[in-house]
């Protein structure tokens, strides 16, 4: 059985990529892909980020897409994850996690990337060596 989440995000793939976006069919980042999933699972998303330039995680050392993941989704620890699954990246190992996907299995995942969109792509070695955290979305919201 697929995972609603996996379901949902299945149907963002060909969406073209736009910094800060979150529109299915129109434009979306890696972020705007979570968004627009957890909004098609609850109604409203449970807060709006506020601006970020590309190289947001670089001005900073502060986890501010794994903290907000803390706020919203149920944090797991990151080889564990199943499909529905919310993954962050970090680039380099000294900089914050700053790249999002939605695992569809345990060897692929589904992310918007400039250049690509949104699309399913292989988890593997070069991903899994970047993955820094894990998160599950909640059954439901209140």
Known sequence: MTSPIVTLARGWIGTPYAHQ????????????LIRGVWRERFASE??????????????GLEEALANAGRKHLI??????????????????????????GIAI?????IHAQDGVGVAEVSL??????????????????N
Not at 86 to 98: D, E, M, Q, S
Not at 132 to 141: D, I, L, S
């Open 21 to 32: 976006a979150s529109l299915k069919g129109v434009g979306c980042d890696c972020l705007g």
């Open 46 to 59: 449970p807060e709006v980020p506020p601006p970020y330039a590309p190289e947001w995680a670089e001005a």
């Open 75 to 100: 944090e797991i620890q990151p080889l564990v994850f199943e499909a529905g699954d919310v993954l962050l990246f970090r680039w380099k190992a000294h900089l914050p996690a700053k790249h999002a």
């Open 105 to 109: 299995d345990r060897t692929r995942m």
């Open 124 to 141: 593997n070695k070069w991903w899994l060596q970047r993955l820094a955290f894990a998160f599950r979305f909640p059954e439901n919201v």
